[in-house]
């Protein structure tokens, strides 16, 4: 089962602007990690943000995480064609399982 | 970071046979996951893979439908049995390539998409 929700499902945007994206998920987690997923392809780590940290940068993405909201944010700053991708928040369970949300599709037009 | 090929990338088959996916790490790993994304939505866990011992199976997966093998540390199999249409999907193999204080990185193969007529 999900783990995570996320919003918008879908997200149109200009090459150039920002792209954000949201996560909520449901249990106590000690890590959130974001995903990128090409069309047809496997996964591709992104970030992983810790439960004791607030932000955090890479490059051109930002995430946050409000544990008391249990929510996390992708910011991707200055959009490329390239980063046209499904975007999935992922969290653990059970110690070692990673269960992941139900992802954004962020369609960057050049 | 680890490789994982996997293949087939796609095939189209029969209901009611079987097809194996196959998943090579190019390092060892010690926990293997396979995942189904149906088209369009996000990734269900079918299960975890461990060298020398039993995948263990998430809910609404069983073993006989799909049967896993983990013969070593670099590989292992998915076997879709008895395929119906609704096993249509993107079949994911991954395995834990990075963990840093308790946080578990996966690495993914490419997916197999498979089309059940």
């Known amino acids: 089962s999900q783990q995570g929700e996320e919003d918008p499902q879908a997200l149109s945007i200009q090459e150039g602007e920002n792209a954000t994206m949201n996560c909520s998920y449901k249990t106590s987690i000690n890590n959130l990690q974001w995903y990128r997923q090409n069309s047809g392809r496997g996964l591709v780590h992104l970030i992983l943000?810790?439960?004791?940290?607030r932000e955090k940068h890479s490059g051109r993405l930002r995430v946050t995480l409000d544990t008391s909201k249990k929510s996390s944010s992708l910011l991707i700053t200055a959009s490329r064609a390239a980063d046209t991708a499904s975007y999935f928040c992922?969290?653990?369970?059970?110690?070692?399982?990673?269960?992941f949300g139900a992802g954004t599709r962020l369609f960057v037009k050049a | 970071s680890a490789v994982i090929s996997q293949k087939p990338s796609r095939d189209i088959c029969q209901r009611g046979t079987s097809l194996t996916i196959q998943c090579q790490v190019d390092s060892q790993v010690t926990m293997m996951f396979w995942y189904r994304q149906q088209p369009g939505q996000s990734l269900t866990l079918i299960a975890t893979?461990?060298?020398?011992?039993?995948?263990?199976?998430e809910s609404g997966f069983v073993i006989d439908k799909f049967p896993i093998s983990r013969p070593n540390l670099t590989f292992s199999t998915l076997t879709v049995s008895n395929m119906s249409p609704e096993d249509s999907s993107i079949y994911l193999c991954s395995a834990e390539t990075g963990v840093a204080s308790g946080a578990n990185v996966l690495t993914f193969g490419a997916g197999s998409r498979l089309t059940v007529l």
């Open positions: 893979a461990n060298q020398g011992s039993e995948a263990t199976y």
């Open positions: 943000i810790r439960s004791n940290e």
């Open positions: 992922a969290t653990p369970r059970g110690g070692f399982k990673t269960i």
